[in-house]
Nanobody, 120 residues
């Protein structure tokens, strides 16, 4: 069994910063891609940032230059550093991992989500 546990969300004023963490644990053979998504009230879930094993990262246009995704493979953890936060960044942030639980079995896992609220 694999679990993804997010942390680091909270309430922050516009222009502030937060750092989200997502730690994967359990029967993990290897992790390929780790991705942060977010979902604002009454909106569809959207990709925020993604990083592949090997270093390539992509970002949503709305967060480029403000957010940075990174990962610590030794800890099976992905981070999202969010700077210059705006009210439109408000939402539930979800961690997703595409990983192997054995040499031949790939599975997609989601975390439970962490709330980020940007408001004065």
């Amino acid at each position: 069994q694999v679990q993804l546990v997010e942390s680091g969300g909270g309430l922050v004023q516009p222009g502030g910063s937060l750092r989200l963490s997502c730690a994967a644990s359990g029967s993990i053979f290897s992790i390929d891609t780790m991705t942060w998504y977010r979902q604002a009230p009454e909106k569809q879930r959207e990709l925020v940032a993604s990083t592949a094993n090997g270093g390539a990262s992509i970002y949503a246009e709305s967060v480029k230059g403000r957010f940075t995704i990174s990962r610590d493979n030794a800890k099976n953890t992905v981070y999202l550093q969010m700077n210059n936060l705006k009210p439109e960044d408000t939402g539930v942030y979800y961690c997703n991992a595409i990983l192997r639980t054995s040499r031949t079995t790939w599975t997609n896992y989601w975390g439970q989500g962490t709330q980020v609220t940007v408001s004065s």
